[in-house]
Structures are given as C-alpha cells and as structure tokens.
T-cell receptor
Framework: NAGVMQNPRHLVRRRGQEARLRCSPM?????VYWYRQLPEEGLKFMVY????????ESGMPKERFSAEFPKEGPSILRIQQVVRGDSAAYFC???????????FGQGTRLTVV | AQRVTQPEKLLSVFKGAPVELKCNYS??????LFWYVQYSRQRLQLLLR??SRESIKGFTADLNKGETSFHLKKPFAQEEDSAMYYC????????????FGKGTKLTVNP
C-alpha cells in the first residue's frame, strides 16, 4: 500500500488562476480529510468527505474553495481565482472508517505569485 | 470552541536528557487527544493517542483533565527523536476533524 498520495507536491499559480490539488487515499479508505497549514501555524481542518458526499465543510472558506470525492478517482480540492493568501501547504488524510487513525499524505505546497 | 496550545515553538535538549513537550487544550466536552510527529522530509504520522495508553518509541503522554493537559514525555531523548511534534484534539461523538496545535520543533543534540 503506497500510502496517501498527493499531487502535485509543489504547485505555482499566478493570482487569478485556478489550483487543483489531488489526493488518492489509501486502498480501502473511503474517508478523506483536507487540512491547510499556513506558515508558522498548525494544520487547520478544511473539509471531510466520504465517497460522493461532503460530511463536514465547516473549515472551508465560503468562496472560491470547493472539494469533491467522486465514486471513481481521487479527491480534488479546487481553489478558484487564487490570491497570495492561499499560499500554504495543503494536506490530505484518509481513514477506512470513523474513529480510526487517519493517515496523512506528504502535502501539496501551493505558492501564489 | 476547541483549541490546542503548544507553548514552546522550539525545544532543544541533549541526548540522554529527559524531554517534555507541553500541550494544553480547551474543550468543554470529553476529548480524544493525539500526538503526531513529522520527521524531516517525511509525512505526518500518528505517534500515540491517549485512549490506547501505550508507549511508542519510549514516549508516553497522560491526559490530565484537571489541568487540561496532554504533555508528551520521554525519559532519555535520542538524536533520532529530532522532529516536529503536533498535539491534536478530536471531539468525542462529534465531527471527525482534528484540531492541531502549532507544533514544537524538538532538537536533540549529541
């Protein structure tokens, strides 16, 4: 099992462009979580998804951010019209069910120039 | 609101010395507490959780509800313990989300 895979590892976008971050959970895991880490900060929860459903999006900014976890394929975190303040490390985690350990990916470092 | 505080951004000890990484939390209910570790250029991984009450790599942590603390301790630090350590909280019976502290960078000097 290769672990949680995130790509790309590094992403550079100009202000106003769109950023798409992908997360492939571990095999057999149907729960996916996205976290954002700003410089000098801890990880902040963004969204929790199960296959085809958003369970908790209480940490998602109201505008420009969206997430999906389709029946087939990876989970996608999409940021439209990026701004400098979106520059951060975005981490994905997955688990096979609730109340179990979540395994983290290596993160995608987004830089907005 | 749930909050996790790690008061030390940096902690430096010598090999063989005891180490304690502090973690305090704020939560009105009954929380689950975790310690995660991130070694250089590696992904974040679970070190231990309070409900399992086990010792991993010589580390232990006891949940003190009176002091709302979950400090991580090791009696004899090793150089390979150098890493970033994050304390995290999850509300029991609620959302699966984790609330993280800002982390403590531990350096164990030879």
């Amino acid at each position: 099992n290769a672990g949680v895979m995130q790509n790309p590892r590094h992403l550079v976008r100009r202000r106003g462009q769109e950023a798409r971050l992908r997360c492939s959970p571990m095999k057999g895991h149907s729960h996916v979580y996205w976290y954002r880490q700003l410089p000098e900060e801890g990880l902040k929860f963004m969204v929790y998804l199960q296959k085809e459903n958003i369970i908790d999006e209480s940490g998602m900014p109201k505008e420009r951010f969206s997430a999906e976890f389709p029946k087939e394929g990876p989970s996608i975190l999409r940021i439209q019209q990026v701004v400098r303040g979106d520059s951060a490390a975005y981490f994905c985690a997955s688990s096979p069910r609730t109340d179990t350990e979540a395994f983290f990916g290596q993160g995608t470092r987004l830089t907005v120039v | 609101a749930q909050r996790v505080t790690q008061p030390e951004k940096l902690l430096s000890v010598f090999k063989g010395a005891p180490v304690e990484l502090k973690c305090n939390y704020s939560y009105s209910g009954s929380p689950e507490l975790f310690w995660y570790v991130q070694y250089s250029r590696q992904r974040l991984q679970l070190l231990l959780r309070h409900i399992s009450r086990e010792s991993i790599k010589g580390f232990t942590a006891d949940l003190n509800k009176g002091e709302t603390s979950f400090h991580l301790k090791k009696p004899f630090a090793q150089e390979e313990d150098s890493a970033m350590y994050y304390c995290a909280l999850r509300a029991q019976g609620g959302s699966e989300k984790l609330v993280f502290g800002k982390g403590t960078k531990l350096t164990v000097n030879p």
